[in-house]
């Protein structure tokens, strides 16, 4: 007896092991929480009043010379340069990937219908079947919605990604602005 409680011994032993490794398997990990970075106080004194003031004065920093000839060239190079424009269509791109995984939070839905007029010829229906009795009609229709149960969070931490993602595309498409409206002031003055 003693040699068959150690085989059921071991097949538990097994089966809680293999659990316990395909439980951890479908872990994700920990909520992220942004980092906290300290700033300079000479850092921190930029308007809280207007939304976005930071960006909005990065964006348009020339201005502030009331120069129409430094105007007129920084437009020309922010509508032809190419860096911007290969970070606008990254930008894009980051919103559009984050619209596409936001879709998998909400069920899916699919509706299709058809329909299909047949006729058999001659030789492929009975003898002396009359033409009438040789064609017909077909409808078809359905319906299915599935929705991931999003237990382990895979969907959510996909969508705090391409919110990420979204942000340095922003980031980046803001630093290359200045960048270039910088060269373009340096260069005028």
């Not at 120069?67 to 060239?73: I, N, R, T």
């Not at 319906?143 to 990420?164: C, I, K, M, P, Y």
């Amino acid at each position: 007896m003693k040699p068959i409680e150690h085989q059921n011994h071991s097949w538990l032993l097994a089966v809680g092991f293999m659990s316990a490794v395909f439980v951890s398997g479908c872990a994700v990990g920990p909520n992220y929480k942004l980092p906290h970075t300290s700033v300079a106080a000479s850092f921190a004194n930029a308007p809280t009043n207007v939304p976005n003031a930071d960006e909005t004065m990065l964006a348009t920093w020339w201005k502030g010379f009331n120069d129409a000839k430094l105007d007129s060239l920084v437009e020309r190079a922010i509508t032809n340069n190419h860096d911007v424009r290969i970070a606008t269509a990254n930008l894009k791109e980051a919103r559009a990937l984050r619209r596409l995984t936001t879709f998998d939070l909400a069920p899916t839905v699919q509706a299709n219908a058809g329909y299909a007029n047949f006729l058999l010829s001659k030789a492929a229906a009975p003898p002396n079947t009359p033409r009438s009795a040789r064609g017909g009609e077909l409808y078809d229709a359905s319906f299915d919605a599935t929705w991931e149960f999003d237990l382990f969070g895979r969907v959510r931490r996909s969508v705090q990604a391409a919110n990420a993602g979204l942000a340095a595309a922003e980031a980046t498409r803001l630093d290359v602005l200045v960048t270039v409206t910088a060269e373009v002031a340096r260069n005028y003055f």
